[in-house]
């Protein structure tokens, strides 16, 4: 309340004291009187007049208290509401700070959550770089296993090409040696003028050329071990006799017996030679029967082939294989005859292997 509200209060109490009935309180009004004197700037007791003009003014004063204690207690409303207001939104405030406590509360524990999944998601990718990296180290190793693989497969397909051309050309030359029968290279039959011959070697004598017994003996060496070997092929055993093919000094003997006759020539002198020389006849007319029984062998294995020369004791054809009392020609002509025989002999048994 404003201070110029004071005597307005003071005039009330004044009026309350004269209106009483106690006239005690009548010895109080001096005192008031100067109270009020001193708070209005008005000197008291004041006439009907000036109190009805006082009291006018004081009415003024009143309705004007009236009206700010109005607004005032609008105020206090205003305020209260105000306050009110306040605390509901201050009770908002503190349900939404807890709400926010909560979310933090939630956001920390989500906070710590993703740290711990962060954490392990690091470990995860250290394994992961570390898995990599050995990953790294094995796919170079295999790279470089795999171009050492490479260059040795390059390597062992160039052997193996090669080997493969090597066994092309060895399969050639086998087949080339197949067909080329091995007889046929250990025994080359030929003829050389009147002569017969036996791997180039001269098998008789002629008056006009003369060939050397070491010549001749050689080449019945081979004789004798052609047909030797042909024996043996065909599984043949002679009847009578055994071959004992020494080269130049090859021999006949009996089968059982010691008797042994020289299948070569001797140059001594002449009564030696003549000697020598009837056992040499012994030798080759030996032979000649041995021939003889291969041939009939084999006919009665192919009855159509045809050795060209027929062989009866000491001849073959029209010749004698006898040296002795015979002339050279013809002696060298049952040689040539005899080879004849034996090539025909040997091309039935290779066309028999193959």
Same mark, same amino acid.
């Given at each position: 309340?404003?201070?110029?509200?004071? &005597?307005?209060?003071?005039?009330?109490?004044?009026?309350?004291?004269?209106?009483? &009935?106690?006239?005690?309180?009548?010895?109080?009004?001096?005192?008031?009187?100067?109270?009020?004197?001193?708070?209005?700037?008005?000197?008291?007791?004041?006439?009907?007049?000036?109190?009805?003009?006082?009291?006018?003014?004081? /009415?003024?004063?009143?309705?004007?208290?009236?009206?700010?204690?109005? !607004?005032?207690?609008?105020?206090?409303?205003?305020?209260?509401?105000?306050?009110?207001?306040?605390?509901?939104?201050?009770?908002?405030?503190?349900?939404?700070?807890?709400?926010?406590?909560?979310?933090?509360?939630?956001?920390?524990?989500?906070?710590?959550?993703?740290?711990?999944?962060?954490?392990?998601?690091?470990?995860?990718?250290?394994?992961?770089? *570390?898995?990599?990296?050995?990953?790294?180290?094995?796919?170079?190793?295999?790279?470089?296993?795999?171009?050492?693989?490479?260059?040795?497969?390059?390597?062992?397909?160039?052997?193996?090409?090669?080997?493969? *051309?090597?066994?092309?050309?060895?399969?050639?030359?086998?087949?080339?040696?197949?067909?080329?029968?091995?007889?046929?290279?250990?025994?080359?039959?030929?003829?050389?003028?009147?002569? !017969?011959?036996? /791997?180039?070697?001269?098998? !008789?004598?002629?008056?006009?050329?003369?060939?050397?017994?070491?010549?001749?003996?050689?080449?019945?060496?081979?004789?004798?071990?052609?047909?030797?070997?042909?024996?043996?092929?065909?599984?043949?055993?002679?009847?009578?006799?055994?071959?004992? &093919?020494?080269?130049?000094?090859?021999?006949?003997?009996?089968?059982?017996?010691?008797?042994?006759?020289?299948?070569?020539?001797?140059?001594?002198?002449?009564?030696?030679?003549?000697?020598? /020389?009837?056992?040499?006849?012994?030798?080759?007319?030996?032979?000649?029967?041995?021939?003889?029984?291969?041939?009939?062998?084999?006919?009665?294995?192919?009855?159509?082939?045809?050795?060209?020369? *027929?062989? /009866?004791?000491?001849?073959?054809?029209?010749?004698?294989?006898?040296?002795?009392?015979?002339?050279?020609?013809?002696?060298?002509?049952?040689?040539?005859?005899?080879?004849?025989?034996?090539?025909?002999?040997?091309?039935?048994?290779?066309?028999?292997?193959?």
């Amino acid at each position: 309340m404003n201070v110029g509200s004071e &005597p307005v209060v003071i005039a009330f109490s004044l009026w309350s004291v004269v209106a009483t &009935p106690r006239a005690q309180n009548l010895r109080h009004l001096p005192k008031l009187f100067d109270i009020l004197s001193s708070r209005t700037g008005v000197d008291h007791p004041l006439c009907a007049e000036c109190t009805h003009s006082l009291i006018d003014g004081l /009415n003024k004063q009143l309705d004007e208290a009236r009206r700010e204690r109005d !607004g005032y207690i609008a105020f206090e409303r205003e305020a209260k509401r105000e306050l009110e207001r306040g605390r509901a939104g201050v009770g908002e405030e503190a349900s939404h700070l807890d709400k926010l406590r909560q979310d933090e509360s939630a956001a920390v524990l989500e906070l710590s959550a993703a740290e711990s999944e962060l954490q392990k998601l690091e470990h995860e990718l250290a394994a992961l770089r *570390s898995e990599s990296d050995a990953l790294d180290l094995e796919e170079r190793a295999f790279w470089a296993e795999q171009a050492s693989t490479q260059i040795a497969s390059s390597t062992l397909r160039a052997s193996l090409s090669s080997l493969r *051309s090597a066994i092309r050309t060895s399969e050639r030359e086998l087949d080339a040696l197949e067909r080329t029968n091995v007889y046929d290279d250990a025994f080359c039959l030929g003829s050389d003028g009147v002569f !017969g011959t036996i /791997n180039g070697l001269r098998l !008789g004598r002629a008056g006009t050329v003369v060939v050397d017994w070491s010549e001749i003996n050689a080449a019945w060496g081979q004789t004798l071990l052609l047909l030797h070997t042909l024996a043996r092929k065909l599984e043949f055993t002679f009847d009578g006799w055994e071959l004992h &093919p020494l080269g130049s000094f090859s021999r006949i003997s009996r089968a059982g017996k010691d008797d042994s006759y020289e299948l070569y020539a001797s140059t001594d002198i002449v009564v030696t030679r003549l000697l020598h /020389n009837r056992r040499f006849d012994y030798a080759m007319v030996a032979f000649l029967d041995c021939l003889r029984q291969v041939v009939e062998f084999v006919k009665r294995k192919d009855s159509t082939l045809d050795f060209v020369y *027929s062989i /009866n004791k000491d001849r073959i054809g029209d010749a004698s294989v006898k040296l002795q009392f015979s002339q050279e020609e013809t002696w060298t002509k049952s040689m040539r005859y005899i080879l004849v025989v034996l090539k025909r002999l040997l091309r039935w048994v290779v066309n028999m292997d193959t």
